[in-house]
């Protein structure tokens, strides 16, 4: 996916969701604890194995990152995006 069909689909999620490279999005949610943070990776979690369709995250203290791309192609594709907007729902 080139960078201007990337834009157009990052205004469909989330303003927090950032493009990176043009190579995959990113977002990072913080929490008020670690229980909370991991609650949401495992919620995140669920919507990827349902999607089989797999984020990459980093979880800390009160702060999670997720990451998407379609590893198959190693660039973002409309899928990315589905489940970014799935995420913008937990």
Same mark, same amino acid.
């Given at each position: 996916?080139?960078? *201007? ?9 989330? =303003?927090?969701?950032?493009?990176? $490279?043009? @190579? @995959?999005? $990113? ?11 991991? +609650?949401?990776?495992? *919620? &995140?979690?669920?919507?990827? +194995? $349902?999607? =089989? @369709?797999? &984020?990459?995250? *980093? ?11 379609? @590893? ?11 489940? &970014? &907007? ?5």
């Amino acid at each position: 996916m080139d960078r *201007e069909k990337a834009n157009q689909m990052l205004n469909l999620v989330n =303003n927090d969701w950032n493009l990176v $490279e043009s @190579h @995959h999005i $990113e977002r990072v949610w913080t929490f008020t604890n670690f229980e909370n943070a991991l +609650e949401f990776v495992n *919620e &995140a979690g669920i919507i990827c +194995e $349902e999607q =089989n @369709h797999h &984020a990459d995250f *980093e979880l800390g203290w009160g702060r999670v990152k997720a990451m998407i791309w379609t @590893h198959k192609i190693n660039g973002l594709t409309e899928s990315d995006f589905i489940l &970014a &907007a799935k995420f913008d729902e937990i």
